[in-house]
């Protein structure tokens, strides 16, 4: 790789990401204020407003301090290149340095000499791995002092140890990258599921999101998605794109021996992970020049072909649905209607759950041991029975697109997690989440994460981990081991979430979060599930929130629900209206 090209491919992006003191662990850290928005679809960019950044060299006569200051400044370039910071390099360790090892995001930073050479230091938001995942970092790590030492070059100061990978102030971050997702299919090849990348946003981002597609999925979701991309493809030049959205996608010849129904699943996940890009309106991909046929397309394929993947459910059921006093019941702004009405003498249900086709229900019955099935309307008798018993106290189910309900029973002895059909339930092995304290919890709509609330001690904690899954036994799943969400609070806020108690999924990488902010109150968070952001979606909220429900399409409001039975739904101008006015309503619920 060129230097003019080097760090590119880590870049990442529109991240509103803030930064400076850190929350304590086991809580998820929130900025004091930021943009408010809704859950919406991963890595859809608006057209960016980049200002071209183009810093100067070394200065002549330069102290080690001013060296050292002009080397941070450099990596800060845009458009993106390394070979300006370089030049403030002795030759050895410019032929050295591996600015490709990754990214570190930085706030705070200072500059100050020392008897060996420079002291640079700053708070470490988080850092991206070479192929552009995020992590951030924990508290106690957060702060970092690089100790430079200097050789004359030519009678010039030059640095002899930079630190490897780049570093990037959170204004550069936040300005110049883009939040990005490569799509990798469920075992099953049924859906796409989003994994979250963060690029620098220029014309390398094309290439780059191909380049990373085809390596497969990052460590995060490895073990849960499969892809249809050949294990050796590569990509053999840049990617190219027209001014009328065309995008020349040129792989190896390993695509060529794909089956035509392959063929077409290739296509599907290029065209989901291209479309984020605006200008890509369109995708062809060749092989030494010449163009691949793909069945049913032709040579060339529109990014919005492959709907029918979509992991937030293009085409599931969006109803808000919600407990009444005679059972589960549809709400709308002009009242509720009837789903599922419970015999006179039946005891009130805790929680309920509806499938991702609204097809079926499960309502958790009132003493909290057992999970009753029904079909819904217009076919109230499939399925109907007891799919999940439990020894303690049942937490609201979960569906996942497969058909598959979850359920975890939370009993004194710690919590143990089940998925049921018809046919029975069954344990589910969950290593790190077996026997914990789990307070809420839900699958994502693709079903390839399960995302819960975990109260250890007197601190609650977002964790996620992956489902592996058999792609011809759907029920059969096990749990990776979960990683905690760790977010990052502004300079100034000492802001912390606590009391986290209802979990949903927002978009196929965030979930909203009922917990208390700077005031005490529970309200809804969206948090992206590796920390690189956590935002405020309840302000203005006129009621206390005790129970929650959102969907992963951009068209569907988040909704609360109130101790006193009544259910608020967020208006698209982020105002709160009461929806089902006149019927006392608990536990708003969307499918899922």
Same mark, same amino acid.
Request: proline share 7%; with cysteine.
């Given at each position: 790789?060129?230097?003019?090209?080097?760090?590119?491919?880590?870049?990442?992006?529109?991240?509103?990401?803030?930064?400076?003191?850190?929350?304590?662990?086991?809580?998820?850290?929130?900025?004091?204020?930021?943009?408010?928005?809704?859950?919406?679809?991963?890595?859809?960019?608006?057209?960016?407003?980049?200002?071209?950044?183009?810093?100067?060299?070394?200065?002549?006569?330069?102290?080690?301090?001013?060296?050292?200051?002009?080397?941070?400044?450099?990596?800060?370039?845009?458009?993106?290149?390394?070979?300006?910071?370089?030049?403030?390099?002795?030759?050895?360790?410019?032929?050295?340095?591996?600015?490709?090892?990754?990214?570190?995001?930085?706030?705070?930073?200072?500059?100050?000499?020392?008897?060996?050479?420079?002291?640079?230091?700053?708070?470490?938001?988080?850092?991206?791995?070479?192929?552009?995942?995020?992590?951030?970092?924990?508290?106690?790590?957060?702060?970092?002092?690089?100790?430079?030492?200097?050789?004359?070059?030519?009678?010039?100061?030059?640095?002899?140890?930079?630190?490897?990978?780049?570093?990037?102030?959170?204004?550069?971050?936040?300005?110049?990258?883009?939040k990005f997702a490569l799509y990798f299919f469920d075992p099953s090849f049924a859906v796409l599921a989003a994994d979250p990348v963060y690029l620098v946003?220029?014309?390398?981002?094309?290439?780059?999101?191909?380049?990373?597609?085809?390596?497969?999925?990052?460590?995060?979701?490895?073990?849960?998605?499969?892809?249809?991309?050949?294990?050796?493809?590569?990509?053999?030049?840049?990617?190219?794109?027209?001014?009328?959205?065309?995008?020349?996608?040129?792989?190896?010849?390993?695509?060529?021996?794909?089956?035509?129904?392959?063929?077409?699943?290739?296509?599907?996940?290029?065209?989901?992970?291209?479309?984020?890009?605006?200008?890509?309106?369109?995708?062809?991909?060749?092989?030494?020049?010449?163009?691949?046929?793909?069945?049913?397309f032709g040579s060339v394929f529109g990014v919005d072909e492959f709907t029918g993947y979509d992991p937030a459910g293009l085409t599931g059921e969006r109803?808000?649905?919600?407990?009444?006093?005679?059972?589960?019941?549809?709400?709308?702004?002009?009242?509720v209607s009837p789903v599922w009405t419970l015999g006179r003498d039946a005891a009130v249900p805790l929680s309920a759950a509806v499938d991702t086709k609204?097809?079926?229900?499960?309502?958790?019955?009132?003493?909290?041991?057992?999970?009753?099935?029904?079909?819904?309307?217009?076919?109230?008798?499939?399925?109907?029975?007891?799919?999940?018993?439990?020894?303690?106290?049942?937490?609201?189910?979960?569906?996942?697109? $497969?058909?598959?309900?979850?359920?975890?029973? +939370?009993? #004194?002895? %710690?919590?143990? &997690?089940? !998925? /049921?059909? *018809?046919? =029975?339930?069954?344990?589910?092995?969950?290593?790190?989440?077996?026997?914990?304290?789990?307070?809420?919890?839900?699958?994502?709509?693709?079903?390839?994460?399960?995302?819960?609330?975990?109260?250890?001690?007197?601190?609650?904690?977002?964790?996620?981990?992956?489902?592996?899954?058999?792609?011809?036994?759907?029920?059969?799943?096990?749990?990776?081991?979960?990683?905690?969400?760790?977010?990052?609070?502004?300079?100034?806020?000492?802001?912390?979430?606590?009391?986290?108690?209802?979990?949903?999924?927002?978009?196929?990488?965030?979930?909203?979060?009922?917990?208390?902010?700077?005031?005490?109150?529970?309200?809804?968070?969206?948090?992206?599930?590796?920390?690189?952001?956590?935002?405020?979606?309840? $302000?203005?909220?006129?009621?206390?929130?005790? +129970?929650? #429900?959102? %969907?992963?399409? &951009?068209? !569907? /409001?988040? *909704?609360? =629900?109130?101790?006193?039975?009544?259910?608020?739904?967020?208006?698209?101008?982020?105002?709160?209206?009461?929806?089902?006015?006149?019927?006392?309503?608990?536990?708003?619920?969307?499918?899922?």
């Open positions: 790789m060129s230097s003019e090209g080097a760090g590119r491919r880590w870049l990442a992006g529109s991240l509103l990401v803030v930064a400076g003191s850190y929350a304590a662990a086991g809580c998820v850290s929130i900025p004091e204020s930021s943009s408010i928005q809704q859950g919406r679809e991963v890595g859809v960019q608006d057209e960016p407003q980049h200002v071209t950044n183009d810093p100067p060299g070394p200065q002549r006569g330069g102290s080690p301090q001013v060296i050292a200051s002009g080397f941070f400044a450099a990596m800060l370039a845009y458009p993106q290149t390394v070979t300006t910071a370089q030049s403030f390099l002795t030759p050895r360790a410019a032929a050295h340095w591996d600015p490709a090892s990754g990214v570190v995001v930085y706030d705070g930073q200072s500059v100050i000499p020392d008897t060996s050479g420079v002291s640079v230091s700053a708070h470490e938001l988080g850092r991206l791995d070479e192929r552009g995942a995020w992590t951030s970092v924990r508290p106690r790590l957060s702060q970092f002092v690089l100790k430079l030492r200097f050789a004359r070059v030519n009678g010039e100061w030059r640095i002899v140890n930079p630190p490897a990978g780049l570093y990037i102030d959170n204004e550069y971050f936040h300005n110049d990258y883009g946003d220029d014309d390398t981002a094309a290439t780059a999101l191909v380049a990373d597609l085809a390596q497969g999925p990052s460590a995060s979701l490895r073990g849960a998605v499969v892809t249809a991309i050949p294990r050796e493809t590569k990509i053999d030049v840049s990617v190219s794109a027209s001014a009328s959205g065309l995008a020349e996608v040129p792989l190896s010849e390993e695509v060529l021996q794909l089956s035509p129904d392959d063929r077409q699943l290739v296509a599907a996940q290029l065209s989901w992970t291209l479309r984020q890009l605006p200008e890509i309106l369109r995708v062809s991909i060749s092989v030494d020049g010449s163009d691949l046929e793909i069945p049913g109803r808000l649905f919600a407990l009444s006093p005679r059972g589960l019941v549809s709400v709308s702004p002009g009242g609204g097809t079926f229900a499960a309502l958790v019955r009132g003493d909290g041991r057992s999970a009753l099935v029904s079909g819904l309307p217009p076919q109230p008798d499939a399925g109907k029975g007891v799919w999940v018993t439990a020894s303690g106290r049942l937490l609201r189910p979960s569906w996942d697109f $497969q058909g598959v309900l979850w359920a975890v029973d +939370s009993s #004194a002895t %710690g919590s143990s &997690i089940y !998925v /049921a059909t *018809a046919d =029975g339930q069954r344990r589910v092995p969950a290593p790190g989440l077996s026997g914990s304290d789990i307070v809420s919890f839900a699958v994502s709509r693709d079903g390839v994460r399960f995302a819960a609330v975990v109260r250890t001690g007197r601190n609650t904690s977002l964790v996620i981990s992956t489902i592996e899954r058999n792609p011809q036994h759907p029920e059969r799943v096990r749990l990776g081991t979960p990683g905690r969400v760790l977010a990052v609070p502004p300079v100034t806020a000492g802001l912390q979430l606590r009391g986290l108690s209802q979990v949903a999924w927002v978009s196929p990488t965030a979930v909203v979060l009922l917990a208390r902010g700077d005031e005490g109150t529970r309200q809804p968070w969206e948090v992206e599930i590796d920390g690189s952001n956590t935002v405020d979606v309840g $302000q203005f909220l006129p009621v206390k929130a005790v +129970s929650l #429900a959102a %969907g992963a399409n &951009i068209d !569907v /409001a988040i *909704a609360v =629900g109130t101790r006193s039975g009544q259910v608020y739904v967020q208006e698209p101008d982020l105002q709160w209206v009461r929806a089902g006015e006149g019927t006392r309503l608990r536990m708003p619920v969307y499918a899922g």
